[in-house]
């Protein structure tokens, strides 16, 4: 039983392996003041993939940005400007299909306080 | 009110057991509240008795640095995890009771034509400003208790007075609810209790009575005991109940214009509520 459960998760190491893709953001957190309107910041943008398909590199809800020849690791620097959390998203060009994501998120930081404890004074 | 402070002990006791809160709020958040319900708001000055309200309002700002708590406004000098010191500004109480109107004082033996200088049988009346005193306060925040101290001065130039406050605070949550407690001891100082609880001598006259009552100038050192609780019914109405004791240091106060020594106020309703603070 332990030799089959190895083998299968064997099998399906190699068979990730073989499709293997990475999408990398950094840096993949933007923090913003509260009084902030957006997050202008530069990342970059690390594709990799042992086929040799080519991709094709978009933001969501924002349009393609660039494709390229996979079976390399590709590296791309942009300019974000963004008020909520950006995902990119590597595509297969011919077939569309989601091959890889990674986001960027947004957080707005607002500074904390105690709770003061002064009353109403009479009451 | 032996009872009342034991009901307070239990309710303090039944608090060790419940979990103290992250009480905290994210600036900038405000907060703008009603509520509707009957309270009894006492007052320890001759003449005056409890009076009744059915509505109790209440306000709060927290910005980076400036913030604002019903009467209470202040400025954060240093805010950490553990402590947090403020300047603080804020009307002192004691003016407060005489908001309600002049305070009139009834001398028995010239009320009954007893005065042997013949004083005059109507009774005085006793009129005091409020004052804004300010200053810093510096508190210790720890899982079990918030432990506050404080030295106000007037800065009106009302009486030149001032009072030193420590006090013990936390809020809990409590059967779904958030119950806050203080525990606070408040001295002030021979210049304050001389403007608010000493008679002028054109008041007194020549009623022997309020001459011989007179107390010397002294300061006071007072006690109160506080209680709140919060229920959530929706995200903007939550049912509401407060209550404040108050035991007053007499020595340093005139027995005909202070009358009571011991206070009890309270309020229970519901509160309605908008802004931004949670």
Known sequence: MKTRLSCLLLALCVSNAGNAAELRVTPSLCAINDDDSRCDIPVKVLFSSDDPARFCLSISGRGLI???????????????????DVLFRVTEEVS???VATASLKVARYR??????????GLL | MCRILKIIT??????????????????????????SGRGVLENPLAGRGKQETFLLPAFS???????????TAGYNLVEEDSFYIDLVARPNEDGLYY???????????????????GGDNEPIKVERNVSIVAGPNATLVTDPVDISFSYFHDITGVHNGSETHLSFNKRYRLFGGAISW??????????????????????MGFNSSLWFNQPEQDDVTDHYTRLSYAYP???????????????FDMDGRHAQLMEKSETLSWFVGIQYSIGSEQ
Not at chain 1, 111 to 120: L, N
Not at chain 2, 61 to 71: K, P
């Open chain 1, 66 to 84: 660039r494709c390229f020849d996979g079976g390399a690791a590709r590296e791309l620097q942009l300019y974000v400007s963004a008020e909520e």
């Open chain 1, 96 to 98: 569309g299909k989601d």
């Open chain 1, 111 to 120: 500074p904390k306080r105690h709770r003061r404890h002064y009353g109403w």
């Open chain 2, 10 to 35: 239990t309710l303090l006791a039944l608090l060790a057991h419940a979990g103290a809160m992250a009480d905290e709020i994210s600036v900038p958040a405000w907060k703008l509240a009603v509520a």
């Open chain 2, 61 to 71: 700002y927290y910005g980076e640095r400036f913030f604002i708590s019903n009467l």
């Open chain 2, 99 to 117: 908001l309600a109107g002049d305070v009139r004082v009834v001398s028995l033996t010239s009320l009954l034509g007893l005065d042997p200088y």
């Open chain 2, 182 to 203: 203080g525990l606070g001891v408040v001295n002030k100082d021979a210049d304050l209790v001389d403007y608010y609880y000493r008679l002028r001598d054109t008041e």
């Open chain 2, 233 to 247: 019914l929706t995200k903007n109405v939550e049912l509401r109940l407060a209550a404040k004791y108050n035991r």
